[in-house]
C-alpha cells in the first residue's frame, strides 16, 4: 500500500510539475499586439486575408517564436483604443504594441489635440507595461482643410520623436493614390492592397527584427 502511494504521489507531483511547465510556457509566449481600426481589422475582405494575417504568416515562415493578437475593431477611435488598452496589456501582455488609430477621429472631425493626447496616453501605458511600440501614421485627404491636414500629418512623427518610439510614416504608402486598390467605397483597401501594408509595416518593424527571432 505504502508502495503504491509513493508512486501515486510521484505521479501527481510530475503531473503538477508539467502542468506549472506548460503554464509558465504559455505566459511568457511573446505577443505582438495590433490596436487598430476598420484598416487592420479586414473590414469588406475575406476572412484571412488582411496585413494583419500575412504578418502571422511572416513570423511562421521566419520561424519567429511570436504571435500576434488582433484586437483592432472597425470604427474604433482613439479614445476607444485608449479605453480597451488597458484591459488588453494585463490580459495578453505584449512585447510589441502597434498602434493604428486616429483616421476614425479626421473622420469625425475631432480635434487634432485630443487625437494626440489619446494617442500620447496609449504609447506611454504601453511603455509603461514594457512593451515596444509601432505607431502607424496617418494622414488625411487634403478636402478635410489645409490646416487640419498638415496638423494631422505632423501628429504622428511629433508624438514619435518625442515619446522615442519606432514610427510607420504612413500606413498607406504605396496604397492611398491608387483607385485601384480600395474597395468600392473608395476608403477600404482591397485584397491586392493587403500586401503592401503588411509590408509598410514589416519594413517598420526592422529595428526589432532581432527581438522577433527570439523570446524576449
Same mark, same amino acid.
Given at each position: 500500500?505504502?508502495? /503504491?502511494?509513493?508512486?501515486?504521489? +510521484? ?17 511568457? #509566449?511573446? *505577443?505582438?499586439?495590433? &490596436? ?8 469588406? &475582405? ?8 500575412? !504578418?502571422?504568416?511572416?513570423?511562421? +515562415?521566419?520561424? $519567429? %517564436?511570436?504571435? *500576434? ?9 482613439? $479614445? ?8 488588453? @496589456?494585463?490580459? =495578453? =501582455? ?12 479626421? @473622420?469625425?472631425? &475631432? %480635434? ?14 504601453? =511603455? +509603461?507595461?514594457?512593451? =515596444? ?12 482643410? /489645409? ?5 494631422? +500629418? ?12 519606432? !514610427?510607420? %510614416?504612413?500606413? &498607406?504608402?504605396? *496604397?492611398?493614390?491608387?483607385?485601384? @486598390? ?16 503588411? #509590408?509598410? *509595416? ?15
Amino acid at each position: 500500500m505504502q508502495t /503504491q502511494l509513493l508512486i501515486a504521489n +510521484k505521479f501527481i507531483t510530475g503531473l503538477f510539475c508539467l502542468l506549472m511547465s506548460i503554464c509558465s510556457w504559455a505566459q511568457v #509566449k511573446p *505577443v505582438i499586439l495590433v &490596436l487598430g481600426d476598420s484598416l487592420s481589422a479586414e473590414y469588406g &475582405l475575406p476572412r484571412g486575408t488582411g496585413w494583419v494575417t500575412l !504578418l502571422e504568416g511572416e513570423l511562421t +515562415k521566419e520561424k $519567429s %517564436p511570436w504571435s *500576434v493578437f488582433n484586437a483592432s475593431i472597425s470604427g474604433e477611435t482613439s $479614445s476607444g483604443g485608449l479605453t480597451r488598452l488597458p484591459a488588453l @496589456l494585463s490580459q =495578453k =501582455k505584449p512585447g510589441i504594441v502597434l498602434i493604428e488609430l486616429g483616421a476614425n477621429d479626421a @473622420l469625425r472631425g &475631432l %480635434p487634432v489635440n485630443q487625437t494626440e493626447t489619446n494617442l500620447r496616453q496609449m504609447i506611454q501605458m504601453s =511603455k +509603461k507595461s514594457g512593451a =515596444k511600440v509601432l505607431l502607424c501614421g496617418i494622414q488625411i485627404p487634403s478636402n478635410y482643410g /489645409q490646416t487640419y491636414t498638415k496638423q494631422f +500629418k505632423q501628429l504622428y512623427p511629433q508624438l514619435a520623436n518625442q515619446e522615442r518610439v519606432e !514610427l510607420l %510614416p504612413f500606413f &498607406l504608402e504605396g *496604397v492611398a493614390t491608387k483607385p485601384e @486598390l480600395f474597395q468600392a467605397d473608395r476608403l477600404h483597401p482591397n485584397v491586392e492592397a493587403q500586401s503592401i501594408i503588411f #509590408k509598410n *509595416v514589416w519594413g517598420s518593424m526592422a529595428p526589432y527584427s532581432n527581438l522577433l527571432k527570439k523570446l524576449p
